[in-house]
């Protein structure tokens, strides 16, 4: 048996299984475990691709069970910690309003009706994750680029908020609590994410085919820039980076077009 072959695969399998482990983690209520885990599995995800170009042992299974496992760690996950993320936040605006009006039977009604129209919308991000996998399994376009925000940045944007919660409540003076625990935002936010999943804009993969810098450029740039802001920033980075990497990747297909077109 080629052991060699299995490897992508058993990297593939791993970061499935960090995905069990998050969602696990997220229903008990330990979003920062479950950060950490989808942090993990996204190494994993990144490695298992990279190693088998590598050892140029891909294939149709490898292909197949990639979708599966991300589908599991960056589709259902995300749905989730937004899930508890809205739950938990509506929860807070309801004590602070309760603390500055008289609490009424009919208010306590109104509002939990309301609610129950809107507390399954974070998995809006689960429904349009799924329709990105599969539109990524079909699209000969997205051979070496994306069409779409990736399901990975996707969650690790979502999965950075219980961090930023947790040890960075506030920044240069700023609340972020006040952002990132307004119930608003957090639908705003799975609305924006989950179009962006599916929105025809282009965007470069980290696909290293070599390791040289022509090539490579905008590549290394993202990397040396992300690894700067996290240094220097943290958690909070995360969501400065996923627009990084999309500013970066206007600018690339702009410069790509203007290459084209003097061609």
Same mark, same amino acid.
């Given at each position: 048996?080629n ?9 593939t399998?791993?970061? &499935? ?8 983690s ?8 479950? $950060? ?17 170009r590598l050892? %140029? ?6 292909? %197949?069970?990639?979708?599966? $496992? ?15 993320? &809205? ?5 807070? +605006?309801?004590?602070? *309003? %309760? ?29 349009f ?12 376009? %997205?051979?070496?680029?994306f ?8 969650? &690790? ?14 920044? +240069? ?18 609305v924006? +994410?989950? *179009? ?6 282009? &965007? ?12 490579n ?6 990397l ?40």
């Amino acid at each position: 048996m080629n052991i060699k072959k299995h490897i992508p695969n058993l990297l593939t399998c791993g970061n &499935l299984f960090c995905g069990c482990l998050a969602i696990t983690s997220a229903f008990k209520g330990d979003l920062i475990l479950t $950060a950490y885990l989808v942090g993990i599995a996204a190494v994993l995800d990144f490695f298992d691709g990279f190693v088998a170009r590598l050892l %140029q042992v891909g294939g149709e299974l490898g292909k %197949q069970l990639d979708s599966l $496992a991300d589908m599991v760690t960056f589709g259902v996950v995300p749905g989730v910690v937004m899930y508890h993320l &809205l739950g938990h936040s509506w929860l807070e +605006m309801c004590k602070d *309003y %309760q603390n500055c009006q008289p609490v009424a039977s009919h208010w306590n009604s109104s509002i939990n009706t309301y609610y129950s129209y809107v507390e399954y919308i974070p998995f809006l991000i689960t429904i349009f994750s799924c329709i990105r996998l599969a539109k990524f399994n079909i699209d000969t376009r %997205q051979t070496n680029a994306f069409i779409g925000v990736p399901t990975p940045a996707n969650t &690790l944007l979502i999965c950075s908020i219980p961090l930023i919660n947790e040890f960075q409540p506030s920044v +240069m003076g700023i609340n972020i609590l006040n952002i990132t625990q307004n119930v608003y935002f957090l639908i705003g936010l799975t609305v924006v +994410m989950s *179009y962006l999943l599916v929105a025809e804009i282009p &965007l470069f993969a980290m696909k290293f085919k070599n390791f040289g810098w022509p090539n490579n450029k905008m590549r290394y740039s993202f990397l040396i820039i992300s690894v700067i802001l996290l240094i220097l920033f943290h958690f909070i980075a995360i969501p400065f980076i996923l627009f990084l990497y999309i500013l970066l990747s206007f600018i690339n297909n702009r410069s790509t077009n203007t290459k084209t077109q003097e061609n």
